[in-house]
Every structure is written in C-alpha cells, then in structure tokens.
C-alpha cells in the first residue's frame, strides 16, 4: 500500500478555516484518497475521500493536487468538535487493499 | 440505524481468562473488518470478513486470538488464554462493500491485568 506524509499536529483557532495537508507521492492511478478523523475515545469516523477531482460534503471539502501527489482537507469553519486527529489513507480502487491508519494529524482548536 | 454496535464496551480480566468480544454491524454491510488500537502501535487492522467469510486474517496477532461471523448480523473476536500485552481498545466496523467507507463501533476497551 502506498505511504502519506501527514504533519504531526496542527493548531487552529475556533470558526477559522483549517488546511490540513497529505503527501502521498507514491500514489497509483487507482488509489484513492481517504480521509478520516477519530474524536477522543471515539472509533474513527470517515470524513471524504476522492480519486482526481475536487470534493465537498457537509463536513469537509478535499482538494487534490493536478499531479495526485498531494491533497488537503479543508474544514471550512473549525469547530472546538473538530479536534481529533486526522488519517490520509490511500486505498486502491475496485475493493482493493485495506485501511492502514497511519499516525494522522492532531488537531487542537482553541476558543 | 443505531450504526455499529460493540459489547461490552469495557473488560477487565485477569490473565489466562478468555475473552470474547461482540460487534453487530450496520445492516446491509457485507464487509466486517475487526481492528485493535493501541499506543504503541496506533490502529492495527486483525481480520477483515465478506459476505461472512474470512478473507484476510493476516493481522491477527497469534494463535490465541480467533473471530468468526455465524451470520450477517453478529461477529465475535475472542482471545484465549488473554495476556497482559493485549490490553488495548477493539474496534469492529462495517462497510457496505470493501473500499467503500467503513462505519466503526465504539469501541471496547480491554485491559489484562
């Protein structure tokens, strides 16, 4: 399965926009882009995921690069219950491979 | 739905106990994944069922764990005799078809004392 680079932790300040960034320059044309979060003493929850173009949900949007080599979540307005930490997670299509979480992005949103 | 159902969502047993631990997914899932979590080694993926069968069980630790799925609607994992080093939190989660989104419990937290 091909690798993400996500930075360790990041800050945010309540009701402010958040960029959270993936590397994953090891990516096949198939993989697809996964996104999870996991709220504190809570099981992971799926937030988005994509394969080339951009994508928006209710809870998030995700831009992906032209090249696939990386991509960001946007939280649009942060919320003190956005703070959890973060999974970038490639999956390959076609029901192929499984979820590999790796160490993710913590994410502190202060008031 | 009441999304994915875990019991119990604590344990504590002593060392050399057996315990089974219990996960209804979503109905309609088809896919059933059983995951363990801990410090060390963050989430680690045990086992993963289609259709009820087995498919992947490479994660599992050793011997002395084993899960089945009787049917569409109830999995277990049990661990047999339980050691200390397996104290961690269980998470079972369910997806319509494996590579779509996964849908987790929440959780059961283990300790072997």
């Known amino acids: 399965d091909a690798k993400t680079t996500q930075p360790n932790s990041m800050e945010s300040n309540e009701e402010e926009p958040v960029h959270l960034p993936c590397n994953h320059s090891?990516?096949?044309?198939?993989?697809?882009i996964h996104w999870y979060r996991q709220l504190p003493s809570q099981g992971p929850e799926y937030v988005i995921h994509g394969l080339t173009s951009n994508v928006n949900n209710r809870m998030a949007s995700l831009a992906i690069a032209e090249d696939r080599k990386s991509s960001t979540l946007i939280l649009h307005r942060a919320t003190l219950r956005d703070a959890a930490v973060y999974y970038c997670i490639l999956l390959g299509g076609g029901s192929q491979g499984n979820l590999i979480f790796g160490k993710g992005t913590k994410l502190s949103v202060k008031p | 739905d009441a999304g994915v159902i875990q019991s119990p969502r604590h344990e504590v047993t002593e060392m050399g106990q057996e315990v089974t631990l219990r996960c209804k997914p979503i109905s309609g899932h088809n896919s059933l994944f059983w995951y363990r979590q801990t410090m060390m080694r963050g989430l680690e993926l045990l086992i993963y069922f289609n259709n009820n069968v087995p498919i992947d069980d490479s994660g599992m630790p050793e011997d002395r764990f084993s899960a089945k799925m009787p049917n569409a609607s109830f999995s277990t994992l049990k661990i047999q005799p339980s050691e200390p080093r397996d104290s961690a939190v269980y998470f079972c989660?369910?997806?319509?078809?494996?590579?779509?989104?996964?849908?987790f419990g929440p959780g059961t937290r283990l300790t072997v004392t």
């Open positions: 989660a369910s997806s319509f078809v494996r590579g779509y989104e996964q849908y």
């Open positions: 090891t990516i096949s044309g198939t993989d697809y």
